[in-house]
């Protein structure tokens, strides 16, 4: 069975960091894609980031690029997301997912129905 735990959220003020982790077991982890989806009160869940499973392509939404990183350590079976300078419109539940898809296209991994297993996800919640 596979499973997904995410860690790492919690409050923090604006301008600050968090860096959220997400085990995965069940599965060979070094050969999937993971990638890391949002979503805040009344809005539809959204894409973040997503790194291949070779860990050489990496994907952001561009709300996020340059102020947070996507990273994997396939020994830990563990991807991270490293984000800084949190702004108030950060402030969401956040999954980590995982897909067997074998693509380099952006289209497709940033499409959350392209992922079969998820998280119970981990709030974050940024403070102005």
């Known amino acids: 069975q596979v499973q997904l735990v995410e860690s790492g959220g919690g409050l923090v003020q604006a301008g600050g960091s968090l860096r959220l982790s997400c085990v995965v077991s069940?599965?060979?982890?070094?050969?999937?894609?993971m990638g890391w989806f949002r979503q805040a009160p009344g809005k539809a869940r959204e894409f973040v980031a997503a790194?291949?499973?070779?860990?050489?392509?990496?994907y952001y939404a561009d709300s996020v690029k340059g102020r947070f990183t996507i990273s994997r350590d396939n020994a830990q079976n563990t991807v991270y997301l490293q984000m800084n300078s949190l702004k108030s419109e950060d402030t969401a539940v956040y999954y980590c997912a995982t897909t067997d898809r074998r693509t380099d296209s952006r289209l497709v991994l940033t499409t959350p129905r392209v992922y079969d297993y998820w998280g119970q996800g981990t709030q974050v919640t940024v403070s102005s």
């Open positions: 069940g599965r060979t982890f070094s050969s999937y894609t």
């Open positions: 790194i291949r499973w070779s860990g050489g392509s990496l």
